[in-house]
């Protein structure tokens, strides 16, 4: 395959539904973001919620374009702010299947690979930028056990953090029918997500 040297390209992935949901915001704000952000061009690209094919599609990804910069998207139910990951576990562990059948417990994502690897993006730029927008946003220490955390480990493995590598989760969507959780409106996601990216690659966001 043909590799596409592009230093001024950003990888920015998203998930499909899962767990019997009919939509995930991730692929709606995928859809809504431009496809430049200043001089920036973005590389988008839909993940499927499979432990081991998440990781190897968007690392494949990753050495094909030679991005500078990762952006990856996921939503977490139940909370109410975005949230940016600082850190991923070398872990699997499902409460529920993943979209291929798969259902771990206690597996390494990478034998022998550290027990924790930590994002290379700006966590506090991102909060910053967000938060100026009005829109809540904070850090996390927790991207869980599922295969938002597998992705993010793997990707850190692969590129070795070289370049800035995080992973941002989202709320529900209004949308989504789960009343009793908080729920964020999806164009203040989307614009949360322009700010995040923009604070990552030096370009302003007020």
């Known amino acids: 395959m043909t590799k596409t040297i592009s230093p001024k390209s950003i990888l920015v992935t998203a998930f499909e539904p899962f ?4 939509m995930n915001p991730t692929r709606m704000i995928l859809e ?13 690209l ?6 081991v094919r998440a990781g ?8 094909r374009v030679s991005p ?14 975005v ?3 600082t850190t991923a576990k070398n872990l699997m562990t499902a409460k529920i299947p993943d979209n291929a059948g798969y259902q771990p417990q206690n597996v390494p994502i990478v034998p022998g690979g550290p027990d924790i690897l930590r994002s290379t993006f700006s966590v506090s730029r991102i909060v910053e930028a967000v938060r100026a927008l009005n829109i809540p946003c904070e850090p996390s220490d927790d991207a869980g056990t599922y295969v938002c955390n597998s992705l ?16 941002i989760h989202v709320p529900y969507l209004p949308e989504q029918g789960h009343a009793d959780q ?18 990552n690659v030096g370009i302003p966001w007020k």
Do not use: W
């Not at 839909?46 to 432990?51: C, Q």
């Open 182 to 199: 908080p729920a964020m409106r999806l164009e203040d996601m989307v614009r949360a997500i322009i700010a995040a990216i923009g604070a």
């Open 83 to 85: 949230t940016p990951e």
């Open 46 to 51: 839909v993940l499927p919620v499979a432990f």
């Open 56 to 63: 190897e599609t968007a690392c494949a990804e990753y050495d």
């Open 19 to 22: 767990g019997g949901e009919a």
């Open 68 to 81: 500078a910069a990762v952006i990856m998207l996921g939503q977490a139910g139940g909370r109410s702010a």
């Open 152 to 167: 993010l480990y793997s990707m850190l493995s692969h590129n070795g953090g070289e370049v800035p590598t995080g992973f």
């Open 32 to 44: 809504r973001l431009p496809d430049r952000i200043g001089a920036c061009a973005l590389r988008k």
